[in-house]
């Protein structure tokens, strides 16, 4: 019993320490880099930040599930900034996704 109380100590400690690096916040402004569709639940977008507050294992790339309230506006903001060549910054979430991508919920224009 005390073996099964040691790892679900050890899992649950693991575990916190996880989620406490996470945060939320703005990224510094940036070009966009890469912006992926996918046939998956999200689009993904590769952003060159220096400063991401999320803590998820991959600094430059994020996320945003399609049926998330907005996608469709923020995924057409990003691709106008390809085209445009404009700096953008997203607020992210706090959470990190399988790969190591943060979740972002919205998406800002700098001029």
């Not at 999200?42 to 945003?64: D, H, I, M, T």
């Not at 506006?73 to 790969?99: D, H, K, P, W």
């Amino acid at each position: 019993m005390k073996k099964v109380s040691c790892i679900l100590a050890t899992i649950g400690g693991v575990l916190f320490s996880l989620g406490a690096q996470a945060g939320a916040g703005w990224t510094d402004a940036v070009m966009v880099a890469e912006l992926v569709p996918t046939s998956r639940h999200y689009y993904e977008v590769k952003l060159p930040v220096a400063e991401n507050p999320s803590g998820c294992r991959e600094k430059n790339w994020f996320y945003q599930n399609y049926n998330t309230t907005g996608s469709e506006q923020m995924f057409a903001v990003l691709l106008e900034g390809i085209g445009s060549e404009i700096r953008l910054r997203v607020y992210v979430t706090g959470l990190c996704n399988i790969n190591g991508h943060a979740e972002f919920s919205s998406v800002s224009v700098i001029r």
